[in-house]
């Protein structure tokens, strides 16, 4: 069974990974195009091949979200699903072979939880980073 | 991991919505040497991002140069590094007339800023900064709902529901010694008052367009507060507002 990971900043720094989950965000960030305004964070782990990432976020209607998901220095090492509040599923990105964007439009406020993990053809571990832009 | 939305994200609401820019809602610029202490300095870090934000948003852009080289003192008293913001201070001034660039670079400063505490393991800071750009939103909702009764405002207020539960997680997280005891006790009762609102959820199938890699979400959400419920929320959300950018010479 997966290890469901809340991925927090406390565990990389008293599991002293740090310095294995240093990679800058430019390789994500190279999604994040000029049309899109940042949220001005930055979501990493250092995940095992069986952990997986997950956060919460409220997505506001009338808003269009790009949500971009890397590990390492490729595109397509990272796994991603977006879920709302009652668990249904509403995007996974391994249907599309593991896009490291991808926009969603929002017609009305809703919570979603975001899980993430390594691709297993990616590695054993890896250090996973998301980033969030936002247009209206 | 909790995320909060951009400070951004309301301004552009109030300024969508036909609210007027209120200069009085800003948090008054002082020497950031008064904020003396860390959390403070975070606190009011995240303050004035979301006023420099608001700024930007309508076209304030002299009074938004002011801001940030308020934020860059504090920015640089709690450790991120001075080069981050003399690079930005550089661009924003060769685009004071471009405001989709300003509202680039702003953004893109706190990514930056973001990631440069995560790296420097000051999670508890940014924990801070976070606390204080979110007290701000529903301030100026707060505050602007008092002489413009807006619909899509007052909903605005009602989906922090959701949002102030990802803050007290947040916030929790960094409690390891229970300094932020005080703050999590403001921010639960504050919670007493969001669990008022009526909140609706309909899931609807998603509609996938591969082509242009978008995923329209089509689930209908609802929020219902009456006038008692947002004078409480208000009355909460301005003492704690207050309490941030009060000043050790106060």
């Known amino acids: 069974m997966r290890n469901l990971i809340l991925i927090c900043f406390l565990s990389l720094a008293s599991f002293g990974v740090k310095a294995q989950c240093e990679i800058k965000a430019d390789v994500c960030q190279n999604h994040i195009t000029g049309e899109y305004l940042s949220d001005g964070q930055h979501y990493r782990a250092l995940l095992l091949s069986d952990q997986v990432a997950e956060f919460n976020a409220t997505l506001y209607g009338g808003t269009t979200y790009r949500l971009a998901g890397c590990s390492g220095t490729q595109d397509g090492n990272l796994q991603f699903r977006v879920f709302d509040s009652e668990r249904n599923l509403i995007f996974k990105n391994n249907d599309f072979q593991n896009a490291p964007h991808w926009d969603f439009q929002i017609e009305s406020t809703l919570d979603v939880i975001i899980e993430a993990e390594l691709d297993p053809i990616a590695g054993a571990s890896g250090c996973a980073v998301m980033l969030m832009g936002f247009r209206r | 991991m909790f995320n909060l939305p951009s400070p951004l994200e309301t301004a552009m609401l109030i300024e969508e919505v036909g609210g007027h820019f209120n200069e009085s809602m800003l948090n008054p610029v002082v020497d950031a040497g008064q904020y003396s202490v860390k959390e403070k300095q975070a606190m009011n870090l995240g303050v004035y991002g979301a006023d420099l934000g608001y700024c930007l948003i309508y076209n304030q852009s002299q009074k938004a140069f002011t801001l940030l080289?308020?934020?860059?003192?504090?920015?640089?008293?709690?450790?991120?590094?001075?080069?981050?913001?003399?690079?930005?201070?550089?661009?924003?001034?060769?685009?004071?007339e471009n405001k989709d660039s300003l509202l680039i670079f702003v953004s893109e400063l706190n990514r930056l800023s973001d990631e440069y505490l995560k790296e420097n393991e000051s999670e508890d800071l940014i924990a801070m900064i976070f606390y204080g750009g979110w007290v701000e939103s529903p301030y100026f909702v707060s505050e602007l709902s008092k002489s413009l009764d807006n619909a899509k405002l007052r909903a605005r207020v009602g989906e922090q529901k959701n949002t102030l539960e990802n803050l007290i997680g947040l916030v929790t997280q960094q409690n390891v010694d229970g300094r932020f005891d005080d703050i999590l006790a403001s921010l639960n009762d504050l919670k007493a008052s969001f669990a008022k609102v009526n909140a609706t959820y309909s899931y609807f199938e998603p509609e996938t367009k591969p082509d242009q890699k978008l995923t329209i979400i089509k689930s209908k959400s609802s929020?219902?507060?009456?006038?008692?419920?947002?004078?409480?929320?208000?009355?909460?959300?301005?003492?704690?507002?207050?309490?941030?950018?009060?000043?050790?010479?106060?």
């Open chain 2, 223 to 250: 929020v219902e507060l009456d006038d008692a419920l947002m004078e409480e929320i208000s009355n909460k959300i301005t003492p704690l507002r207050n309490s941030i950018i009060t000043t050790s010479a106060s």
């Open chain 2, 69 to 96: 080289a308020t934020t860059k003192k504090l920015g640089t008293e709690l450790g991120i590094s001075p080069a981050l913001y003399k690079g930005l201070i550089n661009r924003f001034e060769g685009n004071m």
